[in-house]
Structures are given as C-alpha cells and as structure tokens.
C-alpha cells in the first residue's frame, strides 16, 4: 500500500479542481482579428459630410464673397465621400482603421479633397495621430503619406502673395515666425528661387511662442507697405531672435524692436508706436484666418502647397521633387 502525505493529497486534489472546467465558469475573451471587424463605411462619409457642411456653414458669407454665387446650406451629401483605401489596425484587442478619403467638389471652398486620419469600426471617431510611445511615430500611416494627402486645400483668400522669384512653381507656405522647421523650410527654398515664382504666406503664429504674433503682424505691414518682403523674411528665418521678458507685449515690443534696428525705414517711431499700430491693423484679421485655417485641419506648421499639392511638415527630398530641379 502508497502512503500519501495529506499535503500531498491536498495539492493533488487542488491541481484537479483548478484544471476542472464547468460550463459556469467565465471564459477567456476571444480578440478578434481586423478580419473579423469591419468598417461602418457609410457611417464614415455620413460623419464626415455633417463636418464639413458645419465648417461651409461656418463661412458661408466670406465664401458667397469669393465666388460670387450663393452657397447652399448643404453643399455635399455622404455620396461625395469616396474612401479610396481603408487599413486595418489591431492595437490589443481593438481594431482600428487607417482611412483614405475623397471628398468631390469641395477644392473651389478651400476644403481638402484628400485626407488621411484613423477611426474606429464605428466611424464616429477621428484620431489624427495613433502614436508609438517608444518611438513617437505614428503607428498607422507612414512619414510620406501623412505629408502628401491633400491638394488644393490652402484657400487663397488666406494667404498673401510677398514676391515673386524668377521660375514658375508657385508656392503657399503657411507658417509660424519662431517655428524651427519653418525657418529650415524657408532657408531651404530661399536657395531655390529660381525655380519659385509667386511665393505667397499664410501664417499661423503659436500662441506658445511669445512673440510669434508680433513677427506676424510686421511681415503683413511689409507685404501691404510693399516692402521688401523677400529682405523681410529672410532676416524673419535668419536672424531674428526670440527674446525673453514678463509679459507678452513686453516680448513682442523686443521683437518689433530687432525689426526697427534691421529696417530703419520699415516704420520711424517708437516700438510702442509700432506695437500699437500693428495689434489694430492685424491681430484680429491674423487671428481669424488661422481660425479658419485649423477649421480645415491646418493645426500646425509648416505647410507648403505646391502644385496643388499640401506638403504636411518639412521634408526636404520630397520638397525638392515637388518644386523641381
């Protein structure tokens, strides 16, 4: 006869109720596959059609001004919304899906006909930007095509032409003074002029960076002055610097001030003068266009539109195969 110890038995007996299974007993959730789920495609082109006709509406009076026609109440229904591609994602156990649309007939309205963005299976979510923690980049859309999903979508109307070069690729650059990769895009094609011909600016300062605004302000005085706004800009992306003080007019008037030593004849007076002068002429209007601006998804800098298409952020090679040379 086997003698057990009762410890042993114990052990025993416990191994077998654990591995004993019973129809009660909770099972382990099963995770779906991207297979498995499926994207509510009529309910993205539904979501996205209520968006963009509440952004027209929005502007309904400025763009009946640009195009001297009325605008209806709604312009688009989900049928002009095409996804062109849909990826999916398993992050755990969700799934989500990187979604590439096509929105017809929108161009003329300054609203972008291509995007890229990530959603749920729903539709009913929008997440710009699906970070990985350790390395920052984005887990559903690559570097290129992030940058090149839009065309036509700087409207005109919130940009200003500040010169001319000697070649023919027309560029907008939508910008920010103390953004650094603005002043690498712009030192860039400042080397490229004889391949840009109508350099036009929209600008978008950072409430982050003290004194953005009044930089801003000085490069529309120049362009309405009819200064030389090449000289204005490059000195903006060159040496300007950002100072530092208590207050943000405090900063700004710092900044007008390297303005006023570099260009004695851009305004003869006091930075205060200036300052004065320049927050009635333009804070208001610099603060409405970039409004409108983030109203269609430009919520940070630089951009560059070239040949009708939206470069997103600086990227040197692709700069370069889009204004040529």
Not at 53 to 58: E, F, Q, S, T
Not at 79 to 99: A, C, Q, R
Not at 245 to 251: D, E, F, I, L, P
Request: hydrophobic share 45%; proline share 5%; net charge neutral.
């Amino acid at each position: 006869m086997i003698s057990i110890k009762p410890y042993v038995l114990f052990l025993l007996l416990a191994a077998v109720l654990v591995g004993c299974k019973h129809a009660n007993d909770p099972q382990p959730a099963t995770v779906p596959s991207p297979g498995e789920v499926i994207l509510d495609v009529g309910a993205v082109q539904k979501n996205m059609a209520q968006q963009i006709n509440k952004v027209l509406a929005a502007r309904q009076d400025a763009l009946a001004a640009k195009t001297q026609e009325p605008v209806p109440d709604i312009l688009i229904g989900r049928n002009s919304i095409t996804i062109k591609e849909v990826k999916p994602l398993m992050i755990g156990s969700t799934v989500l899906f990187g979604v590439t649309v096509h929105v017809a007939g929108v161009a003329r309205y300054g609203i972008p006909e291509n995007s890229i963005f990530t959603t749920d299976s729903t539709g009913t979510l929008i997440m710009p930007f699906v970070g990985i923690l350790a390395s920052g980049g984005d887990a559903m859309f690559s570097a290129e095509e992030k940058q090149l999903v839009m065309q036509n979508s700087i409207p005109k109307e919130l940009a200003s032409l500040a010169f001319k070069g000697t070649g023919q690729t027309d560029i907008v650059f939508l910008t920010d003074p103390f953004c650094y990769y603005c002043k690498k895009g712009y030192q860039f094609l400042s080397q490229h002029l004889d391949l840009i011909g109508e350099f036009n600016v929209a600008h978008m300062p950072s409430a982050g960076s003290p004194g953005s605004a009044a930089a801003t302000w000085v490069i529309c005085y120049a362009i309405e002055q009819g200064f030389d706004v090449k000289d204005v800009l490059e000195f903006t992306y060159g040496a300007l610097e950002a100072p530092k003080a208590n207050t943000m007019k405090a900063v700004s008037l710092l900044v007008l001030g390297q303005y006023q030593r570099q260009f004695p004849t851009l305004f003869k007076g006091t930075a205060e003068a200036f300052y004065t002068l320049l927050d009635a002429k333009y804070s208001q209007k610099v603060s409405t266009n970039a409004q409108a601006l983030n109203n269609l998804g430009f919520n940070a800098t630089p951009f560059f539109q070239v040949k009708g298409t939206v470069l997103r952020g600086f990227n040197q090679d692709a700069l370069q195969k889009l204004i040529g040379g």
